[in-house]
């Protein structure tokens, strides 16, 4: 027999009510406004596509929502409680998990032990040891139950392909209590078959209605391939909230081009 070691249980939202809001979110470091009143709203089984210049100020929000960073003003809400996130493990006990483009895997360490890292599984009675048939079991039985393919769970993890170690770094981020996911760059440096491998992986976890999903992504078509909705950042603020339906990557692609030769317009104004 193993033990499990305890992990958060974070309640679910209540029907209707968001996984998360975000409202009148304000951040600085010194004299440098970055967020200036964030509103978000993120919806149970939404997947949020996050998009804006560099500098717009994405990174510091998805940071301040898993606890990295403080906030300086304004509210954050999950699950219909008000919460203040003095630590990334004060985030992950809400339900919160990040997973960052440089995907956070240990190269030596085996799929199994990579998705069990730090919720390691012991055997019973006064020496305790890893209990690694357990882990390959379980990791086997998760990994098939959320669709990720990966032929040898014992294999190193850098001996995966991009896509799989992603895959992977994802399936770890929700094997837990995890309600709200986030997404920095999933997909990049990424071929056309690893991409679908992780976008079929995002819309299933999302289809399920077990986790809410944001996703920061430069690349304009992989959002309208992921998300139910776009927000989009322009100088620290969220300008435009939209469903995908209802725009056209021609649409985004045309307004980012036209904020973008503002601030160039701005800047040279300034220096006149």
Do not use: W
């Amino acid at each position: 027999m193993s033990a499990r070691p305890a992990e958060p249980t974070p309640p679910a939202p209540a029907a209707g009510e968001p996984a998360l809001e975000v409202r009148g979110v304000s951040k600085r470091f010194g004299a440098l406004v970055v967020l200036r009143g964030i509103d978000l709203v993120l919806r149970p089984g939404e997947v949020l596509g996050l998009v804006g210049d560099n500098g717009a100020g994405k990174s510091t929000l998805v940071k301040i929502l898993s606890g990295f960073h403080d906030q300086d003003g304004g509210e954050l809400i999950v699950g219909g409680e008000r919460v203040h996130f003095k630590s990334v493990a004060d985030a992950r006990a809400h339900g919160i998990e990040t997973v960052y483009q440089d995907l956070a895997l240990i190269p030596q360490l085996s799929v199994y032990q990579n998705l069990f890292l730090g919720h390691e599984l012991t055997t019973m009675g006064p020496l305790r040891v890893l209990d690694k048939r357990a882990m390959r079991k379980l990791a086997r039985q998760y990994l098939d139950a959320i669709n990720v393919y990966v032929p040898n769970i014992e294999a190193q993890a850098d001996q995966l392909s991009g896509g799989q170690r992603q895959a992977v770094a994802v399936a770890r981020a929700v094997r837990t209590a995890t309600k709200i996911l986030l997404l920095d760059e999933p997909l990049a440096a990424m071929g056309a078959r690893e991409s679908r491998l992780i976008i079929d992986l995002v819309k299933d976890l999302a289809s399920s209605g077990r986790v809410s999903i944001i996703v920061i992504d430069h690349n304009y078509a992989h959002l309208f391939e992921l998300c139910d909705r776009i927000n989009v950042m322009q100088g620290g603020r969220i300008t435009i909230d939209q469903p995908v339906q209802e725009t056209s990557l021609e649409q985004l692609t045309e307004l980012m081009i036209s904020s973008f030769r503002s601030e160039i317009e701005a800047v040279s104004s300034d220096g006149a």
